[in-house]
């Protein structure tokens, strides 16, 4: 089956600035995809680069085995993408934004029922006749939402979508999104809430300036970090011997990483043995957010 995302040693230069360094990725029809890396990494300018909003200074993508700039229409066609910024045409409500946005990819009446379904699914059903101008925040997030799906395209790329979004909505249209994927669509994330893509996400890549610095699946990228987390507040200093076990420190709160639950009974005869009185405990299990500083920072 061809790949719904293949990308192959695209680079990209702004002036001085190498933002993407030799970037390799396929992604499979079907997959849940997390793309994730700090603010810089190059993550939105690969995105433009799949939606031919930009040009790789080298390099090809492929979108359904179209490619970006040769096939520019065909994988357009294939590819939804929910943008970051609140960009939308202020003079459509937001049925009249849906239907003109299937109709601009050649979709005609017989898409209505899945402009109606998106309105319904989104949460926008008392909003579909009003101005987009006049939608709160929130809700042109998730018109621009239904804005990427309303050609049903194969391939959906959110970029920071729940980014001001509130909890409700968030579980909606996680479940609208999750629907989509059930029913064969891929989808691409990026997010800084990285508790969405472990939930979410069977792959990742990580980004830091301009290259992929881990390609794993989410399970295989939870166990590189071993072990579990002991988050201790101490009534004094925490002896010396602990100290190669310390991840994070925050005045008399320390994140201590251990391999095994065993390693919980020799710290704490540690702190007996050095007479510092241990306040408040807790363990917690290593997540996305361990790997994630593990290997990005
Ligand atoms: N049009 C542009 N002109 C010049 N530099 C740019 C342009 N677009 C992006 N950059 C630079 O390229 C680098 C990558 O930016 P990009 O927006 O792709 O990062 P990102 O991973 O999406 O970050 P964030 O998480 O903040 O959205 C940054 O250093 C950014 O300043």
Same mark, same amino acid.
């Given at each position: 089956m061809i790949p719904a995302i293949n990308i192959q040693q695209v680079?990209?230069?702004?002036?001085?600035l190498h933002a993407l360094k030799g970037i390799d990725l396929s992604i499979k029809q079907g997959e849940f995809f997390a793309l994730l890396g700090p603010n810089g990494a190059g993550k939105s300018t690969l995105i433009n680069l799949l939606a031919g909003l930009l040009r790789p200074t080298s390099g090809q993508l492929q979108v359904m085995g179209f490619d970006v700039n040769t096939q520019y229409a065909q994988a357009r066609q294939a590819l939804g993408v929910v943008p970051q910024e609140l960009v939308f045409d202020p003079f459509f409500n937001v049925r009249e934004m849906l239907r003109f946005q299937a109709g601009y990819f050649g979709k005609g009446r017989s898409n209505d029922a899945w402009v109606d379904e998106i309105i319904e699914s989104l949460g926008l059903a008392d909003k579909a006749h009003v101005n987009m101008r006049r939608l709160s925040g929130g +809700? $042109?997030?998730r018109a621009l939402i239904g804005q990427a799906l309303a050609h049903k395209p194969p391939v959906i790329v959110l970029d920071e979508p729940t980014a001001g979004v509130d909890v409700e909505l968030r579980q909606s249209m996680w479940e609208f999104i999750r629907r989509l994927n059930r029913e064969g669509h891929t989808i691409i994330l990026t997010t800084h809430y990285l508790e969405e893509a472990e939930t979410l996400c069977s792959r990742?890549?990580? +980004? $830091?300036?301009?290259?992929?610095?881990?390609l794993d699946s989410t399970r295989n990228l939870l166990n590189?970090?071993?072990g579990k987390r002991l988050c201790l507040k101490l009534a004094a200093a925490l002896p010396?011997?602990?100290?190669?076990?310390v991840r994070d420190q925050?005045?008399?709160?320390?994140?201590?990483a251990l391999t095994e639950v065993a390693q919980l009974e020799s710290?704490?005869?540690e702190l007996r043995l050095a007479g510092v009185a241990v306040e408040d405990?807790?363990?917690?299990e290593a997540d996305l957010e361990d790997v994630f500083v593990e290997i990005v920072s």
């Open positions: 680079h990209k230069r702004f002036g001085d +809700m $042109k997030r990742i890549a990580m +980004m $830091k300036q301009g290259e992929i610095v881990a590189r970090v071993p010396a011997i602990l100290l190669p076990l925050q005045g008399d709160t320390y994140v201590l710290i704490l005869a405990m807790q363990l917690i």
